[in-house]
């Protein structure tokens, strides 16, 4: 396994509640072939009703708020796994190399195979993959990182006249990335896993950390690194030509001087990040057919027509 010469995946995240599942949304919008594995326990479905999650005014039943979520990732492009997870090992080395190394995930198809060390994820069911970045998102404990080997990871404390040892909820920084290359906590975490929608909200700054460094291992200079996942009109682009010489400018701007990169690389990586800031602008009729569709799916969950009015046809009850 340490010898392989390519991960299964680019991302492995373990847990699929709100923080795993946010996460994902990021990184598989982004291109990363991510996968989420979902089976353990899971603070969210103890809770008998969601009121304070954003965007359902009405509230919603934790039954149909997984399956939102769960679609969510699989739309994105993430592989949703029922299983659960055993173990995280470290494998490889500094020459081991991502899947899809030509024009690979994340879409830049300038982008050169990604180097470092990787993890080994096995499952209760006995099948292991691999992953140049793991994502722990498990808000009740982090036992399947143990053999990692990191004793930094785990505090020791007194109750009820035993000493029990679990996880150090401070171990990642407030973005998520750890010590050890590669692996980022977004749960468990102080102060935050306490309400589902700051869970989601960590995921998905913990998922832009994976894609920032994603991004840095593959040339981008530091200042460019970070991607923002946002659509804009394309009204707004007026004359393509000209935003696409401003986006080269601007990204020449923020090379740093002492940057050692070939310039043909660098070319390649501006040319690509002129490309992806392109793709967010969208067309009017994108946008509506991308809402109908949304409509549908949403629509699909509640078990209503996209186009009913049911709901605000009914009187009080």
Request: aromatic share 8%; net charge negative.
């Amino acid at each position: 396994m340490a010898d392989a010469a390519a991960f299964d995946y680019d991302v492995a995240i373990v847990g699929g509640g709100p923080t795993g599942c946010s996460a994902g949304v990021f990184t598989g919008r982004y291109g990363l072939d991510t996968v989420v594995f979902d089976r353990g326990r899971s603070s969210l479905q103890r809770c008998a009703y969601l009121e304070n999650y954003l965007g359902f005014p009405g509230g919603v039943d934790i039954e149909t708020f997984y399956g939102l979520i769960h679609d969510h990732v699989e739309a994105a492009g993430c592989d949703l796994v029922s299983d659960l997870v055993e173990a995280v090992e470290l494998v490889g080395d500094d020459e081991t190399a991502t899947a899809d190394v030509a024009g690979d995930s994340g879409g830049d198809a300038a982008d050169a195979a990604a180097t470092g060390p990787g993890f080994a994820v096995t499952t209760q069911s006995g099948e292991t993959v691999t992953a140049r970045r793991v994502v722990a998102a498990a808000r009740y404990g982090g036992d399947f990182l143990e053999p990692l080997g990191d004793d930094e990871m785990f505090v020791t404390y007194e109750y009820d006249g035993e000493t029990r040892t679990t996880f150090d909820r401070d171990y990642a920084d407030v973005e998520g990335r750890t010590p050890i290359d590669g692996l980022y906590v977004a749960a468990p975490v102080s102060e935050v896993n306490v309400q589902a929608i700051m869970s989601a909200g960590q995921g998905a700054r913990v998922g832009r950390s994976a894609i920032t460094d994603h991004r840095l291992e593959r040339g981008y200079p530091e200042d460019l690194a970070r991607h923002w996942d946002w659509l804009r009109p394309e009204a707004e682009l007026a004359d393509e030509a000209a935003a696409r010489d401003d986006w080269r400018e601007r990204f020449d701007s923020r090379v740093p001087d002492d940057c050692d990169l070939p310039e043909e690389r660098l070319r390649e990586l501006r040319e690509a990040d002129v490309e992806r800031q392109r793709e967010m602008y969208v067309s009017d009729e994108t946008v509506e057919n991308r809402a109908e569709k949304g409509r549908e799916r949403l629509a699909e969950h509640l078990g209503v027509a996209a186009d009913s009015d049911s709901a605000s046809d009914a009187g009080p009850e």
